[in-house]
């Protein structure tokens, strides 16, 4: 057993009857051992900075767990969807001939619109903006 020193500590009544409840939740057989617990607890919170390893462990397991799946079915959905604009992209190129020039405004008009719209694109917006512009060269 390591070594231990007296050190005498001061406590509200309020503070002395928290502990006391707590001791007896908690399973410690005197004070003295509840407190170290405590002592140790907070001062590996502080040492670590990091709140998570702090929860219990099933709240832990449950959150890796949920977060695994999130993963799992967010990957899988940015797969099909990757797949779905490739094929729309070789549609599209093997349809239109089209120079540099045109892809490289075309880049700069989708990457504008989508740090204006925040990633949130609408098909039905953008075929009546193609309207639009129809109308305005028949004029």
């Given at each position: 057993m390591e070594k231990t020193t007296k050190f005498a500590a001061y406590f509200t009544d309020k503070q002395r009857e928290d502990m006391e409840r707590c001791r007896k939740l908690e399973g410690s057989r005197s004070t003295t051992e509840y407190v170290r617990n405590a002592v140790e607890f907070y001062n590996s919170y502080v040492s670590n900075n990091d709140a998570g390893l702090f929860l219990p462990r099933s709240i832990k397991s449950y959150l890796d767990g949920r977060l695994g799946q999130l993963e799992d079915r967010v990957s899988g959905l940015l797969f099909k969807q990757a797949v779905e604009q490739d094929m729309?992209?070789?549609?599209?190129?093997?349809?239109?001939?089209f120079t540099e020039d045109?892809?490289?405004?075309?880049?700069?008009?989708?990457?504008?619109?989508?740090?204006?719209?925040?990633g949130r694109i609408s098909f039905e917006k953008r075929v009546r903006e193609s309207w639009e512009d129809d109308e305005q060269w028949q004029d």
């Open positions: 729309i992209s070789g549609i599209i190129a093997d349809s239109f001939q045109d892809l490289r405004r075309r880049r700069a008009s989708s990457v504008r619109n989508v740090k204006q719209t925040n």
